[in-house]
């Protein structure tokens, strides 16, 4: 009898151990309101705003051909070669990052390059006659 009593005992403990604490409603939680306690922080944060770095800004100076070369300043639609000065820093994948950040769409499809000239202090294309489209699949 007396075991019985203790199993008893034990399993009223254990399911009022795991019983929900009561809630207390904010009107009649007064007790927060007059020691100043701040309001418990989010259990997660947001997440940061999407950064997209700026496109760098193409150099298309030159004083000879010898300063002029072709390369990759992207565009929305993805490759754009063009005639540039031969140390300009480019970044294809920043412009596309600007293009889809701003919701921007491009013209596909761009003229071969087969060689630069410099034409009054500017880098320019030679043209080939020749325009190639972008494929999609």
């Not at 944060?45 to 950064?51: A, D, F, G, K, V």
């Not at 491009?106 to 202090?121: K, L």
Request: charge should be neutral; aromatic fraction near 2%; proline fraction near 9%.
């Amino acid at each position: 009898m007396r075991r019985l009593a203790l199993i008893l005992s034990l399993a009223t403990w254990m399911l009022a151990a795991c019983a929900a604490p009561a809630s207390v409603s904010p009107a009649t939680d007064s007790g927060a309101a007059e020691t100043g306690s701040k309001p418990a922080p989010p259990t997660s944060t947001p997440h940061p705003p999407r950064q997209v770095s700026q496109p760098v800004t193409v150099d298309y100076s030159c004083r000879s051909n010898n300063d002029c070369a072709v390369k990759d300043v992207g565009n929305c639609c993805g490759t754009m070669p063009a005639c540039v000065n031969k140390d300009s820093p480019t970044d294809p994948q920043a412009v596309r990052a600007q293009c889809a950040a701003s919701g921007q769409m491009g013209i596909c499809g761009f003229q071969e390059i087969s060689s630069c000239q410099c034409v009054s202090g500017r880098c320019e294309s030679e043209q080939s006659g020749s325009t190639r489209p972008v494929q999609v699949n």
